[in-house]
């Protein structure tokens, strides 16, 4: 009936979860077109600029950006406060805490290295907390992408 474990629920050997309920929750952790993302998309376009999402800025880099600007050459990424190690915010886990603070620290490396990939490459990188204002966010991109346009990139 039930497993050696006392448990209705043991995990694949290997995984991540602790319990069922901790796998469902964490397969419905979206890594894309989160409510900032979309709210902050959403405020961009009402300025009327255009942009792809969740594109690569780099072809052969295997990061991608939330959103990407390829003639100014603008990446902007919206980090989610835990998955990136906010100052403000991260509060390091309970459960199985070695895997994830690990996992987090590895994004945050991560992170540094593709700005700095995107950065020799000619591109200005626009990196925002999903807890920033998001009419702040976009003002921030806007001008930022219109000053580069008519700078010429």
């Not at 979206?30 to 376009?45: C, F, G, K, N, Y």
């Not at 603008?74 to 403000?88: K, L, N, Q, R, S």
């Amino acid at each position: 009936m039930g497993s050696s474990s006392g448990s209705d629920w043991d995990p694949p050997p290997g995984s991540w979860a602790s319990s069922a309920a901790r796998r469902r929750n964490m397969q419905a952790i979206r890594s894309r077109d989160t409510a900032p993302e979309r709210l902050i998309r959403r405020l961009v376009h009402a300025q009327g600029l255009r942009y792809r999402v969740a594109a690569r800025p780099l072809p052969d880099l295997r990061r991608t950006a939330d959103m990407v600007f390829r003639p100014s050459k603008v990446a902007v990424f919206i980090d989610g406060c835990y998955w990136h190690g906010c100052p403000e915010h991260y509060v390091p886990p309970k459960t199985n805490p070695s895997y994830w603070s690990g996992k987090v620290t590895r994004n945050m490396a991560r992170d540094l290295d593709t700005d700095q990939r995107l950065r020799a490459a000619g591109w200005t990188v626009l990196r925002f907390w999903e807890h920033e204002s998001p009419d702040d966010c976009a003002l921030t991109i806007a001008a930022t992408v219109s000053r580069l346009r008519n700078d010429g990139g």
